[in-house]
T-cell receptor
Framework: GAGVSQTPSNKVTEKGKYVELRCDPI?????LYWYRQSLGQGPEFLIY????????DSGLPNDRFFAVRPEGSVSTLKIQRTERGDSAVYLC????????????FGPGTRLTVL | AQKVTQAQTEISVVEKEDVTLDCVYE???????LFWYKQPPSGELVFLIR??????QNEISGRYSWNFQKSTSSFNFTITASQVVDSAVYFC?????????????FGTGTRLKVLA
């Protein structure tokens, strides 16, 4: 079946602009995660959704970052007033249930803030 | 605090050599899960294995094998008879069940280069 998909694959924006990154999880997966991966580092947790609600957003770096999942499927990560330090690969993962099920990752969105 | 350490930043081997990637973890919980993922140049994280803290049996899958030792908090990954296609960055990750979040804590990864 189809895996996790993310769009766009690449996004270049200017400092101060607003961006939206989209994640389409594996069909039927109720848990969804966002991670951020900087160059040469492992992915770092941002936010976790159980269904429609954000169950844990402790990894969001500041209030410029926000994510939604209104219908419990597709999720959008929103970044306001982008800064050069936001440049990274943003990864989305989903798992069948909100538990210790294996997380399956999408290909990521590479965000570059000029 | 939970932490995953992959001390080997980069390893180069010649094709057909065996190679072991080290992973050491820290956790206060007795119930936790460990994972290995492969990240090829294309960038997508590919799941390799999941292990829970109550199962210390070593596992073998083809040329891959994993050695889990709770006594040393290690979960090492060995590739036997390496191939060029094994070249990638490999990540070890920890998930603590009682956290309620099931988020992964990743190590910094080990870049494996297999030379023909």
């Amino acid at each position: 079946g189809a895996g996790v998909s993310q769009t766009p694959s690449n996004k270049v924006t200017e400092k101060g602009k607003y961006v939206e990154l989209r994640c389409d999880p594996i069909s039927g997966h109720t848990a969804l995660y966002w991670y951020r991966q900087s160059l040469g580092q492992g992915p770092e947790f941002l936010i976790y959704f159980q269904g429609t609600g954000a169950a844990d957003d402790s990894g969001l770096p500041n209030d410029r970052f926000f994510a939604v999942r209104p219908e419990g499927s597709v999720s959008t990560l929103k970044i306001q007033r982008t800064e050069r330090g936001d440049s990274a690969v943003y990864l989305c993962a989903s798992s069948l249930t909100p538990s210790t099920d294996t997380q399956y990752f999408g290909p990521g969105t590479r965000l570059t803030v000029l | 605090a939970q932490k995953v350490t992959q001390a080997q930043t980069e390893i180069s081997v010649v094709e057909k050599e065996d190679v072991t990637l080290d992973c050491v973890y820290e956790t206060r919980d007795t119930t936790y899960y460990l994972f290995w993922y492969k990240q090829p140049p294309s960038g997508e994280l590919v799941f390799l294995i999941r292990r829970n803290s109550f199962d210390e049996q070593n596992e073998i899958s083809g040329r891959y094998s994993w050695n889990f030792q709770k006594s040393t908090s290690s979960f090492n990954f060995t590739i036997t008879a390496s191939q060029v296609v094994d070249s990638a960055v490999y990540f070890c990750a920890l998930s603590e069940a009682p956290s309620g979040t099931y988020k992964y804590i990743f190590g910094t990864g080990t870049r494996l280069k297999v030379l023909a």
